[in-house]
C-alpha cells in the first residue's frame, strides 16, 4: 500500500479496534478468543483496504467482516481440534451471586453460532431483520427463525423464572 493509504488504514483501525473488540466479545464470550477474532478481520481489511475504504458505510462492512470470519470459523479444520485427554463439561450455569450478564452470556455461548450472531446484532447492535440477513448472506426468514429459535432455547437454558427477568422482544 502506499503511505498514504496506510496512515489512513491505521488511523481507522485504531479508531475502531475497541468497539470490533465489544462485537468479538458478544458473539465468543472469551477475552482471546475476540482477540484474536479482531485480529483475523483486522488483517484480511489491511489486504481488502484498497476495496474496502471505497464502501459506502465501512462500519457496516468491517462488522460484517467479523461477524462472517466468527460463523465460517466453525467450519475450518482447527476449530475441530481439541486439545483435553477428555472433553470439558459445559460450565454450569448458576445465578447464585453472579451478575445476569454473566448468567445470559453463559446460556448465549450454548447456542449454534448463527444463531448467536443474530441474537448479538438484533438485539445488541438494534439491527433489523434484513441489514442482519445482509450481513449474514441469509434471507429475513432465516434471520427470524434463528432469532425465534434461539430466543426459545434461552428461554429454556435459562427457565422460566429468569426468563422473565431478560424481556427479550421477538
Do not use: N
Amino acid at each position: 500500500m502506499e503511505s498514504g493509504t496506510d496512515a489512513e488504514y491505521t488511523e481507522y483501525v485504531s479508531a475502531r479496534i475497541p468497539a470490533l473488540r465489544r462485537l468479538a466479545y458478544l458473539l465468543t464470550g472469551d477475552g482471546h478468543r475476540a482477540d484474536d477474532l479482531v485480529q483475523q478481520t483486522i488483517t484480511t481489511l489491511y489486504v481488502k483496504w484498497q476495496r474496502a475504504r471505497s464502501a459506502d458505510h465501512l462500519d457496516a462492512y468491517v462488522r460484517k467482516m467479523l461477524v462472517r470470519t466468527y460463523v465460517d470459523e466453525k467450519r475450518l479444520a482447527w476449530a475441530r481440534v481439541g486439545l483435553f485427554r477428555e472433553a470439558p463439561e459445559p460450565a454450569p450455569i448458576s445465578d447464585a451471586g453472579a451478575e445476569d450478564r454473566h448468567v445470559v452470556r453463559g446460556a448465549l455461548s450454548r447456542l449454534p453460532r448463527r444463531q448467536q450472531a443474530v441474537l448479538v446484532l438484533r438485539f445488541y447492535y438494534d439491527l433489523p431483520v434484513d441489514e442482519v440477513a445482509a450481513m449474514l448472506g441469509c434471507t429475513s426468514g432465516t434471520v427470524k427463525t434463528h432469532t425465534s429459535r434461539g430466543l426459545a432455547t434461552l428461554r429454556r437454558l435459562l427457565g422460566d423464572s429468569d426468563a422473565a427477568a431478560f424481556q427479550f422482544a421477538s
